[in-house]
């Protein structure tokens, strides 16, 4: 049977594709096959901002989506939604005519898309409906919804597993003591920087002054607090553009910041530092054009080490 096959190649799809983002958008491309819509679309559901948006889509005319094929279905009136999927989720799928829309619907979405009909079908997670599939315009197999019954519990599955497979690597990449971006997820940056054409890259790197000095005299409980801090002052000016690469040590960066601009938020930096009473050691690169992540990061961290030089030569005095 058409069904079965299709649900196969449906389950395959998610089951073996690494990548969730394809493996969706391939199932979307199943789905709109076996139906034969015009579009089908992934939508998520946000029920503290009363809101729909769009994930995923498939347009027949555009596998590929390269085409200009006008396509401005990116969100569905809240209110119509939920009562489209309350109607749904017993089902596991649900055909809707345009003549079942209410009129100021109808207008405002249907006949503005050229919308004659819809199936949808709820995604659920631990028993809330978290988003739809919607297939426009199908013209086959409308009355026969068993396929999307079948696979709402493999995509609800694959999605959960998603979610603590990207939970897990989020452990991965933070720091335990600071909360911010660890050594892992610096080195995925700088793998990620290899292939990229920047302009306006400035790269700060900061190393703790005096902390082993701070350990030894007040225990390691107060230089942790130390690093804490440090770590917060940075990410005030940063946000999650920073990283504990170090015991000590930490590196920030700019994108597509100007020089004056990556300079003001080092000047805030070291303004939170005095205010919080920490000696740290700075250097920084910035580069408008010729930017290269690995020398600008060997320029910071070479100008770093001048600075706590002069900062101990001072300290001897």
């Known amino acids: 049977m058409l069904v079965t096959s299709t649900l196969i190649e449906c389950i395959h799809e998610l089951s073996t594709n690494t990548d969730i983002h394809t493996a969706l958008n391939n199932l979307l491309k199943i789905i709109n096959q076996y139906f034969d819509g015009e579009r089908t679309y992934f939508f998520s559901i946000d029920y503290e901002l009363r809101a729909t948006s769009r994930l995923y889509k498939y347009l027949k005319d555009d596998p590929d989506g390269t085409s200009s094929v006008r396509d401005n279905l990116a969100i569905f009136p809240f209110e119509n939604v939920v009562a489209w999927l309350d109607d749904a989720t017993n089902v596991g799928g649900h055909y ?73 690597q989020n452990l991965s990449y933070a720091d335990s003591l600071t909360g911010i971006y660890n050594q892992n997820k610096f080195i995925q940056l700088q793998e990620g920087y290899k292939n990229l054409q920047l302009k306006n890259l400035g790269i700060a790197y900061f190393d703790l002054n005096d902390l082993k000095e701070i350990n030894d005299r007040y225990g390691h409980e107060a230089g942790d607090t130390l690093i804490k801090q440090a770590a917060n002052n940075i990410k005030q000016l940063f946000a999650d553009n920073c990283y504990r690469i170090g015991g000590d040590e930490f590196v920030a960066i700019a994108v597509n910041v100007s020089e004056n601009d990556f300079q003001a938020k080092l000047a805030d930096v070291a303004r939170l530092m005095q205010e919080t009473n920490i000696h740290i050691a700075s250097g920084m690169s910035w580069r408008g054009e010729n930017v290269s992540f690995h020398e600008q990061l060997l320029e910071a961290d070479t100008r770093m080490y001048e600075n706590k030089k002069q900062y101990h030569i001072k300290k001897n005095d």
């Open 96 to 168: 809707i005519s345009s003549e079942q829309i209410p009129a100021v619907v109808r207008e405002r979405v249907f006949s503005q898309q050229n919308i004659h009909g819809l199936i949808t079908m709820p995604i659920v997670q631990q028993g809330k409906v978290v988003g739809f599939i919607g297939i426009i315009n199908p013209l086959a197999h409308q009355d026969n919804v068993a396929l999307l019954s079948s696979l709402q519990v493999f995509i609800m599955a694959t999605l959960e597993d998603n979610k603590k497979k990207q939970q897990l």
